[in-house]
């Protein structure tokens, strides 16, 4: 097996890096200062808006977008700017997004956008496409992907209730969802909403998704949803309700009943794309720790001596290189036989990436000692945010479920099957 990175692959990583240290780094506290002045937190960042604008200009821009070729049945009547980076490529560069929260946004790769724009390229029409896919990839506007609800465990995504009743050349929708998140952008103009059209189709075949414009009639957030405390702001999720919301039935994707089908095709990239910066997180922290241990002295020698932590740093080291093998596997697997061959790969990266990174996370914290828990050195906030991967796009108990039924099928236990859950909790990618 060959493990060397080829040239185009090297290029663009060491481009994002370069990007990040050179321009982005220098402007953390200018970007605390801003979110902290002013009456709300619910605002356009300038600090963000500038830095997209340099990094557009530097062709930095929509990266995840995958190259043309990868889906022949694609309708391409209206084009897509980016350098069509493969899983592999775009995973090396997410890695390094992932070591600095705010620059997945600076190159407009930030969640939910990025599955929003995958769904409207590869299932909507060339109108959808104009009217909304071309505003989301320019950077002018913001969206979000609305699928969990309050009420039912959404894990199992077939139990979702809100309704889209069909009258005349319109859609009525009715239902409540949370964790939706990008809502509390103003930015946010537009909402896929997964929902039922027809209760008496055949299970998987109840579901669609429809676009609901955020200033629609009817719509209306009942609440902001803290994550340990996080209000995520100016991005946020939200507790939403969909109150005799009408869309013109062109606002459906791909037709009735194909809501699973679309969901499928958007989660599996998702879900590999989080675990692609997560081991940036991990990395960030291993580096925290460290750096922390190597300057801190306790009981006459730097706490870096002391044997407890010698174990701690080779085992973050060793999860972190078997984990990233485990992401370049599935992301190689999803470029050369395609999503669905890949479905067991994806489904244990998304168990495995999250858990190493809470444990290196912890190591950390530990290490840092109060100011751990502070929001000195974004420890705390990094571990609230790895935490809820642990729920978003689908719970590890449902993944291991998939992967467990797999493996069991090659002995005629269990037949395999990959199942499609929900959990978008500041899902999306």
């Known amino acids: 097996m060959d493990f060397t990175f080829t040239e185009r692959e090297t290029y663009w990583r060491d ?54 070729g990868a889906n022949p049945h694609l309708d391409t009547s209206v084009e897509f700017e980016g350098p069509q980076l493969t899983n592999v490529e775009y995973a090396l560069c997410a890695e390094e997004m992932g070591r600095l929260g705010f620059s997945s946004e600076v190159f407009n790769c930030s969640a ?7 769904v409207f390229h590869r299932y909507g029409t060339a109108e959808q496409k104009k009217k909304w896919l071309v505003p989301l990839m320019n950077g002018e506007i913001r969206s979000a992907f609305l699928m969990t609800e309050p009420a039912v465990a959404s894990s199992d995504a077939t139990n979702i209730e809100t309704r889209m009743v069909r009258d005349g050349d319109e859609y009525v929708i009715n239902g409540t969802k949370w964790w939706s998140s990008g809502l509390g ?12 059209t027809d209760t008496g189709a055949q299970k998987h075949q109840q579901q669609s998704q429809i676009i609901v414009p955020m200033d629609a009639p009817g719509v209306n957030i009942l609440r902001h949803l803290p994550v340990f405390g996080y209000d995520d702001a100016p991005h946020g999720h939200m507790e939403v309700e969909l109150k005799d919301v009408r869309v013109p039935v062109e606002n459906v994707i791909l037709g009735e009943g ?43 020698k730097t706490i870096a001596e002391h044997s407890v932590w010698h174990e701690r740093i080779a085992r973050a080291r060793i999860d972190i290189e078997m984990t990233r093998l485990l992401c370049l596997k599935a992301a190689q697997m999803m470029d050369t036989v395609g999503n669905k061959a890949a479905a067991n790969e994806i489904a244990m990266i998304k168990v495995q990436a999250p858990n190493m990174a809470l444990k290196i996370i912890d190591d950390a914290i530990q290490a840092h000692g109060g100011g751990g828990v502070s929001e000195d050195f974004g420890l705390a906030s990094a571990y609230a945010h790895q935490r809820t991967l642990r729920l978003a796009d689908g719970p590890d108990e449902v993944h291991s479920r998939s992967i467990a039924r797999m493996e069991l099928g090659k002995y005629g236990g269990v037949r395999g ?6 959990g978008n909790l500041a899902v999306t990618r």
């Open 185 to 196: 952008d103003p930015r946010c103009k537009v909402a896929i909403v997964m929902g039922k």
């Open 258 to 300: 194909r809501g699973f089908e679309i969901a499928q095709g958007r989660l599996g990239p998702g879900r590999i794309h989080h675990c692609m910066r997560t081991i940036g997180v991990a990395e960030e922290a291993l580096e925290k720790m460290c750096r922390r241990l190597t300057s801190r002295v306790a009981f006459g």
């Open 112 to 118: 939910p956008d990025t599955g929003n724009m995958e």
């Open 417 to 422: 099957g990959v199942e499609l859950t929900s």
């Open 15 to 68: 481009r994002i890096k370069s990007h990040i240290d050179t321009y982005l780094r220098p402007r953390v506290g200018d970007y605390k200062k801003e979110m902290e002045s002013g009456d709300t937190r619910w605002k356009v960042l300038q600090v963000l808006e500038e830095e997209k604008a340099r990094a557009k200009a530097a062709g930095l821009w929509n990266l995840f977008m995958p190259p043309q």
